[in-house]
């Protein structure tokens, strides 16, 4: 018992529905799990990670394109390492979310939290009168990491669909408009506060649409990785082609099931 959630995990239930999990039996269900997809491997990740890639290299000293291309074994083992754990840790980490949230607040009944103050709540049982305060940390937290990514995404897409000088090592005068989609980008993450935006359902929806998009951006990724010529003699290994095959399906049937059901 914890200031009035009861909190007492049934272990082997865990472990079983962990490693052996159902599927979805409606259109709820099939949406919830098109939106961890979604929020899982989403599709600015895509367009983030390739050029923070290119932004090292260029750190690194190699400013020019025949510098960056190809990669050392060395370099793509060191790369796989730093992808691999940090998907790792944090899908470990919203494990865990998952797990939490359903032994505390969904098997005591608070099951629609539809504003920020609401989740806030949620957490007095918990956290008592510092509820407010660890969520308002935690807020602040994921903000300072999101908005970044998120902002710089799009800043990446835009200068790239246009030809644009980008990256966050360019001055600002060198690559105007790659850094003016930023500053709107964020700006307009904020005016969404001041015009009646329910944060939570917009957090859900941009989940389910990443989910619906991310699989046909996985098609492409496939495509490019398994050419030896667009690789330069590097394409991805099988198992990893694989992997992304699979996952590619997986997505496109969870969505199709979405639709459908």
Do not use: C
């Given at each position: 018992m914890i200031s009035g959630f009861v909190v007492g995990p049934n272990w082997s239930s865990v472990l079983r529905d962990t490693f052996v999990p159902s599927w979805p039996r409606n259109h709820a269900g099939?949406?919830?799990?098109?939106?961890?997809?979604?929020?899982?491997?989403?599709?600015?990740?895509?367009?983030w990670q390739a050029s923070q890639e290119v932004e090292e290299e260029k750190a690194m000293g190699r400013r020019l394109l025949v510098q960056r291309e190809g990669?050392?074994?060395?370099?793509?083992?060191?790369?796989?390492?730093?992808?691999?754990?940090g998907t790792f840790f944090s899908n470990l980490v919203m494990y865990f979310i998952i797990l939490t949230t359903a032994l505390t607040l969904h098997k005591n009944g608070v099951r629609d939290i539809e504003t920020?103050?609401?989740?806030?709540?949620?957490?007095r049982p918990l956290a008592g009168t510092l509820a407010y305060l660890f969520y308002t940390v935690g807020i602040i937290g994921v903000g300072f990491l999101a908005i970044p990514t998120l902002a710089g995404s799009a800043a990446y897409v835009f200068?790239?669909?246009?030809?644009?000088?980008?990256?966050?090592?360019?001055?600002?005068?060198?690559?105007?408009?790659?850094y003016a989609v930023l500053i709107f980008s964020i700006l307009l993450g904020i005016g969404m506060d001041f015009i009646g935006v329910n944060p939570v359902r917009a957090l859900f929806w941009t989940a389910v649409i990443n989910g619906v998009l991310a699989p046909f951006l996985?098609?492409?990724?496939?495509?490019?990785?398994?050419?030896?010529?667009?690789?330069?003699?590097?394409?991805?290994?099988?198992?990893?082609?694989?992997a992304v095959g699979a996952i590619t399906l997986m997505m496109f049937g969870a969505a199709a099931a979405m639709f459908i059901l």
């Open positions: 099939w949406q919830n799990l098109v939106a961890i997809l979604g929020t899982t491997i989403s599709p600015y990740l895509f367009f990669a050392t074994k060395r370099e793509i083992v060191h790369r796989k390492i730093d992808i691999g754990a920020s103050k609401q989740a806030a709540e949620a957490l200068a790239e669909t246009f030809s644009w000088e980008e990256g966050l090592d360019e001055p600002f005068r060198g690559a105007l408009p790659f996985l098609v492409g990724v496939l495509i490019a990785a398994s050419d030896r010529k667009l690789m330069k003699g590097q394409p991805s290994s099988w198992l990893s082609r694989m």
